[in-house]
């Protein structure tokens, strides 16, 4: 640790000054003090001696502060117990909220498909496809939904590790074999197609399964699991998610050769008003978690005149589309 990262408490360490508190907010300050009196605390109980190191800016104010704060002083020289311990800026952990990240099914799967009631984690599947009802949005609510977790069924299990693991283009074809191998158990009249697959042939393997009600209960979680699957494909939010993706390594690529101004001129022209907006156009929300993303992995911004034009300029966008849309949504509604 400490050939990659200068420590910052004991003698000679930076104090607050130089690592900018003073310039915080008040009340940031005062949480920043408030957090350094609590750790001072913790520390005490366990008698720690401790050797600070930050990854961040905030990371290193905090630990500066702790570093010169007095009690924390008189607590190091009389403690035993050595210990080092890292501050790391929780930044990066909303990119990881708001980004889409790799050709990865499962991920698909958790942000299209509606949430199951009561869970956090898992996702209403559609089960209509298997019964003789009509797939309206009526029968939709009578059929009680399927989910993502399958724990008692292997196949479903290991098709779910697919899912996870692999590409999407492999995972769709370890559904299709999952699905071949179960009809094929049950004796059910499968062609087998080579080739890539699709969800109308996905969909027309699972409708083997429907009249069979003996085949039904034996496979009921792989069925759940590729009607997942099906309904992710064929989600118009999908192809949504795939433009997010390209849009965000394109980011990427351009905050690594340009500055913060130039990348908020090139996000301008895409923020659009109701009126003007496509069914492939970004939404309101949608800038939003660009936008958040963006200021997440840029790292630390260097103000000025020209940083503070182009923010103005897409405040005055993101304002206009949002007083422009007929029905804002719930996430609007509390940001307005």
Same mark, same amino acid.
């Given at each position: 640790?400490?050939?990659?990262?200068?420590?910052?408490?004991?003698?000679?360490?930076?104090?607050?000054?130089?690592?900018?508190?003073?310039?915080?907010?008040?009340?940031?300050?005062?949480?920043?003090?408030?957090?350094?009196?609590?750790?001072?605390?913790?520390?005490?109980?366990?008698?720690?001696?401790?050797?600070?190191?930050?990854?961040?800016?905030?990371?290193?104010?905090?630990?500066?502060?702790?570093?010169?704060?007095?009690?924390?002083?008189?607590?190091?020289?009389?403690?035993?117990?050595?210990?080092?311990?890292?501050?790391?800026?929780?930044?990066?952990?909303?990119?990881?909220?708001?980004?889409?990240?790799?050709?990865?099914?499962?991920?698909?799967?958790?942000?299209?498909?509606? @949430?199951? *009631?009561?869970?956090?984690?898992?996702?209403?599947?559609?089960?209509? !496809?298997?019964?003789? %009802?009509? $797939?309206?949005? +009526?029968?939709?609510?009578?059929?009680?939904?399927?989910?993502?977790?399958?724990?008692?069924?292997?196949?479903?299990?290991?098709?779910?590790?697919?899912?996870?693991?692999?590409?999407?283009?492999?995972?769709?074809?370890?559904?299709?074999?999952?699905?071949?191998?179960?009809?094929?158990?049950?004796?059910?009249?499968?062609?087998?197609?080579?080739?890539?697959?699709?969800?109308?042939?996905?969909?027309?393997?699972?409708?083997?399964?429907?009249?069979?009600?003996?085949?039904?209960?034996?496979?009921?979680?792989?069925?759940?699991?590729?009607?997942?699957?099906?309904?992710?494909? @064929?989600? *118009?939010?999908?192809?949504?998610?795939?433009?997010?993706?390209?849009? !965000?390594?394109?980011? %990427?690529? $351009?905050?690594? +050769?340009?500055?913060?101004?130039?990348?908020?001129?090139?996000?301008?022209?895409?923020?659009?008003?109701?009126?003007?907006?496509?069914?492939?156009?970004?939404?309101?929300?949608?800038?939003?978690?660009?936008?958040?993303?963006?200021?997440?992995?840029?790292?630390?911004?260097?103000?000025?005149?020209?940083?503070?034009?182009?923010?103005?300029?897409?405040?005055?966008?993101?304002?206009?589309?949002?007083?422009?849309?007929?029905?804002?949504?719930?996430?609007?509604?509390?940001?307005?």
């Amino acid at each position: 640790l400490p050939a990659l990262l200068p420590p910052l408490s004991g003698s000679g360490g930076p104090g607050p000054a130089e690592v900018g508190l003073g310039a915080l907010p008040a009340e940031l300050r005062a949480a920043v003090r408030a957090l350094v009196g609590d750790l001072d605390s913790l520390f005490s109980a366990l008698g720690l001696r401790e050797e600070s190191f930050a990854v961040g800016a905030l990371s290193r104010v905090v630990a500066a502060e702790l570093a010169s704060y007095a009690p924390a002083r008189n607590r190091r020289r009389a403690a035993t117990n050595k210990a080092s311990v890292i501050f790391v800026d929780r930044t990066l952990d909303l990119a990881g909220a708001v980004g889409h990240h790799g050709d990865n099914l499962a991920e698909k799967m958790l942000s299209v498909l509606p @949430k199951l *009631p009561g869970h956090k984690t898992d996702v209403m599947v559609n089960m209509v !496809e298997l019964t003789a %009802l009509k $797939t309206t949005d +009526e029968t939709s609510s009578i059929i009680a939904p399927g989910c993502l977790a399958q724990p008692n069924d292997p196949a479903a299990k290991a098709l779910w590790e697919s899912f996870m693991n692999l590409k999407q283009k492999e995972a769709v074809m370890e559904a299709r074999r999952h699905l071949v191998e179960a009809a094929s158990r049950e004796n059910l009249p499968i062609k087998m197609s080579m080739g890539r697959v699709t969800p109308e042939q996905l969909s027309s393997y699972i409708q083997l399964f429907r009249n069979n009600l003996k085949a039904l209960e034996n496979h009921c979680g792989l069925l759940q699991l590729v009607l997942a699957t099906v309904q992710t494909l @064929k989600h *118009p939010q999908t192809s949504k998610w795939d433009n997010f993706l390209a849009f !965000e390594r394109l980011l %990427l690529q $351009t905050i690594g +050769e340009s500055e913060m101004p130039s990348v908020l001129n090139q996000l301008l022209p895409m923020i659009k008003s109701y009126n003007e907006r496509t069914k492939d156009d970004y939404t309101c929300e949608d800038f939003f978690v660009l936008l958040i993303y963006i200021y997440s992995v840029v790292g630390e911004i260097k103000c000025g005149k020209e940083l503070d034009t182009a923010e103005e300029e897409v405040k005055k966008a993101l304002i206009k589309a949002i007083c422009d849309e007929p029905e804002p949504s719930p996430l609007l509604q509390k940001i307005t």
